[in-house]
């Protein structure tokens, strides 16, 4: 099927109109027509090459969000009309132990498949992601969404920043009784803060922006930290059950280990371009303290994650944008200068 895209043929050229192919759907798979795309961090450095690896043309996207408009003949759980949904992944082994539990993103046979710059045996050879106008996808990788239609375009960022901060959030045990850190009041940090409020957690917020005192009590923190003021820091120390860290700039970590409570876990979900600082070990042996990290989340838990947050009305703060837009969004994205996720208007690629 001829379908409108936006993606770079290289790492230094703006996005650009093309056309692409999708598969015709076989019997495990499900068409969908694409509504929304969120746009994510990852899919700039993708473009750009800045990680590495990136196969070009590149057409970025995995916060896919639309209706379903064939399935295949195997497929029971999805019918025409449906609305869904497309995360960070579009296959995996589906037998290895990590795949086994649920937890795909693991994968240990050659890793998942992303939903774009991933290796496909559909043309080109590698998969082309959300900025499009529709996609094929195997049905054990399409969510059902049940959020009301008028939310749909604030649902899409869910599809990574949400499950990105729900799966540590849901790992670690929070929920009412627990003191928990946001770190960073970005696109993962913002929905970082909605879902541990929607828990229960007693949130805080760690920001270095005065500006954004405000605005992280809004999306429901109960307290709001200036990390760069050490009386405010102090006042905390050995006191957090976990801290999320959505922070992707290298920073020191000492900071927030010294907040924990004895066995408390400050878990890292942010990808600096460059390492950070090495932590103190004693901070770390003296209270039994943890340092860990976690990638997005299985299929299975973004589906709890999506059930959840439709429950509680928890949707990503977005503004929307046209595709003839995305240069100047990746430009502002750059520069914190979005509250707090871009998220395109996929019916205007029939303009492109």
């Known amino acids: 099927m001829a379908t409108k895209a936006y ?7 703006p996005l650009e109109p093309m056309d692409i192919t999708r598969r015709a759907p076989g019997a495990h798979d499900v068409q969908i027509d694409i509504a929304y795309c969120g746009v994510c961090h990852s899919d700039l450095h993708q473009v750009r090459g800045e990680w590495g690896g990136t196969l070009y043309p590149c057409v970025p996207g995995h916060e896919i969000v639309g209706h379903v408009t064939a399935v295949g003949g195997e497929v029971t759980r999805f019918k025409v009309g449906d609305t869904v949904g497309v995360g ?33 045996a559909d043309a080109p050879g590698h998969t082309l992601g959300g900025y499009s106008q529709a996609i094929t996808v195997s049905d054990k990788f399409v969510l059902k969404i049940s959020h009301p239609e008028e939310q749909l375009a604030a649902v899409a960022p869910l599809l990574c920043a949400g499950i990105t901060t729900y799966s540590p959030l849901r790992h670690w045990g929070v929920g009412p009784g627990k003191k928990v850190g946001i770190v960073g009041i970005g696109g993962l940090g913002h929905m970082g803060v909605k879902i541990a409020h929607a828990m229960g957690a007693h949130v805080i917020a760690f920001t270095t922006s005065e500006s954004k005192r405000a605005d992280a009590k809004a999306l429901g923190a109960d307290e709001v930290i200036n990390s760069r003021n050490g009386e405010e820091m102090a006042a905390h120390a050995g006191s957090f059950d976990m801290i999320l860290n959505t922070v992707a700039a290298s920073h020191d970590l000492d900071a927030f280990t010294g907040l924990l409570k004895r066995d408390g876990t400050l878990v890292l979900v942010g990808v600096p371009e460059h390492p950070h600082p090495s932590p103190s070990v004693g901070t770390l042996i003296f209270g039994r303290r943890a340092i860990a990290g976690s990638l997005i989340g299985g299929i299975a838990e973004t589906q709890e994650m999506l059930d959840f947050c439709a429950e509680k009305g928890v949707t990503a703060d977005i503004e929307m944008i046209r595709i003839q837009q995305i240069d100047e969004a990746y430009d502002r994205m750059q520069r914190s200068d979005v509250k707090y996720r871009f998220v395109i208007d996929n019916a205007t690629l029939a303009e492109a």
Do not use: I, K, W
């Open 7 to 13: 993606g770079a043929t290289a790492g230094d050229r």
């Open 88 to 120: 960070c992944m579009v296959d995996s082994c589906q037998h290895c132990a990590s795949c086994d539990e649920g937890l795909e993103q693991y994968c240990t046979n050659g890793g998942f498949v992303g939903t774009y710059n991933g290796p496909t």
